[in-house]
């Protein structure tokens, strides 16, 4: 099992010791704008439970859990008008991705056309 950090500031957004830009939440899920955005949308969808990544969160979350999640990301999609013309889903998880906040957490891009999935080298 990963070690959770609970001093992450994704956490610390989920005790409300830092603010946020919420965009949605339910009793499994809170969304908020990134603070440094990279698109015109760009959210952040995560648990409110205690998880480092996607291979965390899948191993010990619950399927209500994880439905909430999903279903979060589409209805925040609808609700910022970005489900129409698209939208990128992110997440990275381990060391090779670059993963900055170890809480999990969905980035949701979108509001204008996103270009390569990846950078070239
Ligand atoms: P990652 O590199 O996938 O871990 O992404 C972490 C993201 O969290 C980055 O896009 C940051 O801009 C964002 N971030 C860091 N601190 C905050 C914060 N206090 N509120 C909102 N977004 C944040």
Same mark, same amino acid.
């Given at each position: 099992m990963?070690?959770? %950090?609970?001093n992450?500031?994704?956490? #610390?957004?989920?005790? *409300?010791e +830092?603010?946020?830009r919420?965009?949605?939440e339910d009793e499994?899920?809170?969304?908020?704008?990134?603070?440094?955005?990279?698109?015109?949308?760009h959210?952040?969808?995560?648990?409110k439970?205690?998880?480092? %990544?996607?291979d965390?969160?899948s191993a #010990?979350a619950?399927? *209500?859990? +994880?439905a909430?999640?999903?279903?979060?990301?589409?209805?925040i999609?609808h609700?910022?008008?970005?489900?129409?013309?698209?939208?990128?889903?992110l997440a990275?998880t381990g060391?090779?991705s670059g993963?900055?906040v170890?809480?999990?957490?969905?980035?949701?891009?979108g509001g204008?056309?996103l270009?390569?999935?990846i950078?070239?080298?």
């Open positions: 990963k070690t959770y %950090d609970p992450n500031v994704f956490a #610390r957004i989920l005790r *409300g +830092i603010p946020c919420k965009v949605y499994h899920t809170l969304a908020f704008h990134d603070i440094n955005p990279q698109a015109p949308v959210v952040l969808v995560i648990p439970g205690a998880y480092v %990544d996607v965390d969160f #010990r619950s399927d *209500g859990e +994880i909430a999640l999903w279903r979060a990301v589409t209805a999609a609700d910022l008008g970005v489900a129409v013309p698209g939208y990128r889903l990275n060391p090779e993963q900055e170890p809480h999990l957490h969905l980035h949701l891009f204008r056309p270009g390569r999935m950078a070239k080298e």
